[in-house]
């Protein structure tokens, strides 16, 4: 069964910096694209960027290029995103999904999403 | 980047009663190579992350119930849901994965009953 686990939820405070995970399992994690998503309070899907665990190729949304930085560690079917200064702006869900097959195609399996709240 | 907007915001449709969502993208998202149109549907209800409900604009993922059916070509989308059910009411995004990224969503439609 195709999972992506999500860390959990953080509080952090303008300033702070902060990496939050998403594991894969029941696939072969370095074969598909992962891609992130941001959903901030009561507001519609962001799509942020993707990374392929294989070679670490890496494309992200000109909204989001220089505000996050994507990562993967393919030894333990893991993707990141963090942040090096957070801003109370930056207070939202981030999901996590799995890109169907090439970059460019659907998300199918998701994360159950990780809150991220930034409040002095 | 190609600009995805819904229509309407907002929907409020009796039960049994069949539901129209559409979604307009800035420009064709239809491969010309391939004759795909490279546009997903999902399905968000409250508290859970978005569900795959369709993809290549009209087909339907595995365990999908057919009253959920997407069609539409090029530039213009739509979602029709047929009878609508109570477990219908969610919010529900289009999404454009047409050849490099950003690969962006519509801004979303609520579904409600009326």
């Known amino acids: 069964e195709v999972q992506l686990v999500q860390s959990g939820a953080e509080v952090k405070k303008p300033g702070e910096s902060l990496k939050i995970s998403c594991k894969g399992s029941g696939y072969s994690f370095t074969s598909y694209w992962i891609g992130w998503v941001r959903q901030m309070p009561g507001k519609g899907l962001e799509w942020m960027g993707i990374i392929y665990p294989g070679d670490s190729d890496t494309r992200y949304s000109p909204s989001f290029q220089g505000q996050v930085t994507i990562s993967a560690d393919k030894s333990i079917s893991t993707a990141y995103l963090q942040w090096s200064s957070l801003e109370a702006s930056d207070t939202a869900m981030y999901y996590c999904?799995?890109?169907?097959?090439?970059?460019?195609?659907?998300?199918?399996?998701w994360g159950q999403g990780t809150l991220v709240t930034v409040s002095s | 980047d190609i600009v995805m907007t819904q229509s309407p915001d907002s929907l409020a449709v009796s039960l049994g009663e069949r539901a129209t969502i559409n979604c307009k993208s800035s420009?064709?998202?239809?491969?010309?190579?391939?004759?795909?149109?490279?546009l997903a549907w999902y399905q968000q209800k409250p508290g859970q992350p978005p569900k795959l409900l369709i993809y290549w604009a009209s087909t339907r993922e595995f365990g999908v119930p057919d009253r959920f059916s997407g069609s539409g070509s090029g530039t213009d989308f739509t979602l029709t849901i047929s009878s609508l059910q109570a477990e219908d009411v969610a919010v529900y995004y289009c999404q454009q994965y047409y050849d490099t990224p950003p690969y962006t969503f519509g801004q979303g439609t609520k579904l409600e009953i009326k």
């Open positions: 420009q064709s998202v239809l491969y010309s190579s391939n004759n795909k149109n490279y």
């Open positions: 999904a799995r890109h169907e097959g090439g970059s460019n195609t659907w998300l199918d399996y």
